[in-house]
Structures are given as C-alpha cells and as structure tokens.
C-alpha cells in the first residue's frame, strides 16, 4: 500500500473519530496512531531508539 493511500486512510479513521467521539478521543486517537508509528518504525528499523535510551554519555 502507497504512503498515499495510508494517509488518506488514516485521515478518514480520524475524521470518523472526531466526528462521533468527539475531540477528547480525537487526540487519544491521535496520540496512539502516534505511538503505533513510533513502534512500526522502531520494528522496521528507520528508528534508533537506542539512541534515546542511551542519552549522549558522560566524559
């Protein structure tokens, strides 16, 4: 599936969230597409969050 096609999937899930849930689980669904990228991308490795974890050391 195209990034296109995943975007424009993603903005019609949001829409349909805001629309019956109203904003407070807009920005909940928002926060935990949010999280569910940070994971895919940390599983398909274009995130390092190594790097995060281990800060920038001291010395």
Do not use: E, H, I, N
Not at 10 to 15: N, P
């Amino acid at each position: 599936m195209s990034p296109a096609v995943t975007g424009l999937l993603v903005g019609l899930l949001l829409a349909l969230v805001a629309a019956l849930g109203g904003f407070g689980y807009f920005l909940l669904a928002v926060v935990l597409g949010a999280v569910g990228w940070v994971v895919g991308a940390a599983v398909d490795g274009r995130l390092d969050l190594g790097a995060l974890v281990r800060g920038r050391g001291r010395g």
